[in-house]
């Protein structure tokens, strides 16, 4: 067991390769965090039914120093002198202080196991479970800004928000460094565990509650803005936004200084939404731009809607005298709809299923918060692009007023994942035979509706996940997407190429698979959650891509299991030495040929690699 995880189930096929890691609790959602640590690990967050595990992985390891040195000080060289009159009953008084070291370089990778090993876990216990985190965008984490900037005191921490089952939303800061061994193996936490927990301090965290829901919360986001025009930290507080199924959905507002953050806060504005919402988002524009305050709402009656919490509506009266409760309240900017369902034999689960509009599973921020991505219950997905950002577009949503009849929303960009059809035709209606003048009782009409063989009973389930893969923080903005619908899965490595490459195709009438690498849809084949049903996908963007590869590798949740997939195919040590010998012999100055020998090497070699490539699991 390395870094607290058991060693991956290894699954190999011709497209990708899967790293399934079993886990000891019930998970509910996974983030990869957009920075690395230090040292070069990338970090997952997941949360399960106790709080939310931290995950370190790749990267340089810690110097094998560091646990003689932990060792040295637990066997009292380094301890300090108890006073017997100290009120603290604790026998460890003093602070300890956090100084891990790491290699100078990465280790170098197995070539049976060549993936990136777990350097060290965290678990924050929060008493209760975790239904959703939320991160700051990419855009602002690894915004380039000066040394005085809030920023900076941000990109040295994990910072983010956690939805619990107790009504109560958490925002956690703690260090980006993975904590040493000598930090786990501190004597305080043998005799009292307790201090451990979420809150006290004892990992480098700071935590903040925001409390006013009466329900379990199932969506949450965060942002950050500038009090003034110094964006520096005194200036600098967070956004966070939550929603829970409350009366008919309950959006509540919360606002964090950085400079002094409470232990507890309450909400600033407090929306009552029509319908319950199935996702809400920040734009992820920086905090200087207009649109950083924009929220994005998809409710459940098939409705994207923009709110923007900072231009009021009604202000708080400032008079000390006056009676007025009324808080404040944004506005609303802007409404897009789907098309509607087609025929009667589709299945619309909503609180207003006559109208027939199609339920948006999720809605996410593109193109640097100029588009909006959606997804659809039959499979269909587009791109709302607001502000013109796509190619070859003179104007947005906003300029072009691109209402049609029936109130529906066009799409700039539009596809279809085959999710929700398989699960229609899944299997024939069982016939039963019986008396057609048998009575209708309770218990025959129960019977009846248990093999009525209506395979698009349960609503389908489904999930965006998009991550900025720009060359660099200059570069025009591109996103890696992945669809979840259903048990299927698909992806748009870059999103900007397979615009260009589908308005290309309308123009000319050519073939967008014949386009250029990342211009197309890639369906994600042979998922193997060992059983578990999927609840959930994220996106950890790589450092260095492999050739024929994706830009990110793909989080795919199970129940308690989270599977790593990587596709293309990494250059084995067998394939170069391979290259190696063939290049020496070919190149040999006397011009000799291969003998027997040599061809039988070079031939043994290649069928191992073959063999190796092929072999679908490891374990």
């Not at 009120?87 to 990136?116: C, L």
Request: glycine share 8%; hydrophobic share 35%.
């Amino acid at each position: 067991m390395a870094g607290g995880l058991p060693e991956p189930r290894v699954s190999r096929n011709q497209q990708n390769t899967q790293l399934s890691y079993e886990l000891p609790n019930r998970i509910y959602t996974a983030k990869a965090y957009p920075l690395q640590s230090p040292n070069g690990s990338s970090i997952i967050l997941y949360g399960h039914e106790n709080g939310v595990r931290i995950v370190w992985r790749g990267g340089r390891s810690f110097r094998p120093a560091t646990y003689a040195e932990a060792a040295k000080k637990t066997n009292g060289a380094d301890t300090n002198i108890i006073s017997l009159d100290d009120d603290d009953d604790s026998p460890m008084t003093a602070t300890f202080v956090d100084k891990p070291e790491f290699e100078e370089d990465e280790e170098e990778h197995d070539p049976s196991r060549p993936y990136p090993n777990i350097l060290q876990t965290l678990d924050l216990y929060f008493g209760a479970d975790v239904q959703s985190i939320a991160l700051l965008s990419t855009s602002i984490l690894k915004a380039d800004q000066g040394p005085k900037s809030s920023l900076q005191h941000i990109k040295q921490n994990i910072v983010f928000t956690a939805a619990c089952g107790d009504n109560v939303v958490r925002l956690v800061a703690l260090p980006l460094t993975p904590p040493s061994p000598a930090s786990k193996s501190r004597p305080a936490l043998g005799y009292n565990f307790t201090q451990a927990n979420v809150g006290n301090g004892f990992w480098g965290e700071t935590i903040v509650l925001l409390s006013g829901h009466q329900k379990p919360l199932d969506a949450v986001s965060m942002t950050v803005e500038y009090t003034d025009k110094s964006e520096n930290a005194k200036s600098a507080e967070i956004i966070v936004a939550s929603h829970s199924r409350e009366v008919t959905g309950r959006l509540l507002l919360y606002r964090v200084s950085l400079s002094s953050p409470p232990s507890h806060v309450e909400p600033f504005q407090t929306i009552l939404l029509s319908s319950p919402a199935r996702a809400i988002s920040f734009n992820p524009a920086l905090p200087k731009e207009v649109r950083s305050t924009h929220l994005l709402v998809a409710d459940s009656t098939g409705v994207c809607r923009i709110y923007d919490y900072k231009r009021l509506v009604n202000a708080p009266a400032n008079d000390e005298d006056s009676t007025s409760h009324v808080s404040e309240q944004g506005t609303w900017l802007l409404s897009l709809y789907p098309g509607f369902q087609r025929g009667k034999t589709e299945n619309y689960r909503g609180v207003h299923a006559g109208m027939g509009r199609k339920a948006i599973l999720d809605a996410k921020w593109v193109s640097n918060g100029k588009a909006i991505l959606v997804l659809l219950n039959d499979g269909e997905w587009g791109v709302w692009d607001i502000e013109g950002a796509g190619p070859g577009a003179s104007q947005g949503l906003l300029s072009a007023q691109s209402i049609t009849g029936g109130s529906q929303s066009s799409f700039s960009l539009t596809g279809f994942i085959e999710g929700a059809t398989k699960i229609r035709a899944a299997a024939p209606p069982l016939q039963i035979t019986a008396s057609k003048f048998a009575p209708m009782t309770p218990s025959t009409r129960k019977s009846a509706d248990l093999f009525s063989g209506n395979a698009s009973s349960a609503p389908v389930r489904g999930q965006l996940s998009v991550v900025d893969v720009s060359a660099s923080l200059t570069s025009s903005s591109d996103e890696s997407i992945v669809f979840w619908l259903g048990e299927s899965f698909a992806v748009i490595p870059s999103l900007s190429k397979y615009w260009t490459a589908n308005v290309r195709k309308s123009v000319t009438g050519g073939n967008i698979f014949n386009g250029t690498p990342g211009g197309r849809i890639i369906k994600l084949e042979s998922i193997d959650l060992q059983g578990e049903r999927c609840s959930g996908i994220d996106q950890l963007p790589k450092t260095k891509t492999a050739p024929n590869g994706l830009p990110a590798d793909i989080i795919i949740l199970g129940e308690h299991r989270f599977t790593i997939l990587s596709a293309g195919k990494p250059v084995s040590q067998f394939q170069t030495s391979t290259r190696i010998i063939l290049s020496e012999k070919s190149n040999n100055n006397s011009g000799e040929l291969l003998d027997v020998s040599a061809i039988d090497q070079v031939l043994s070699q290649m069928e191992n690699t073959n063999g190796f490539e092929a072999r679908r699991k490891l374990f």
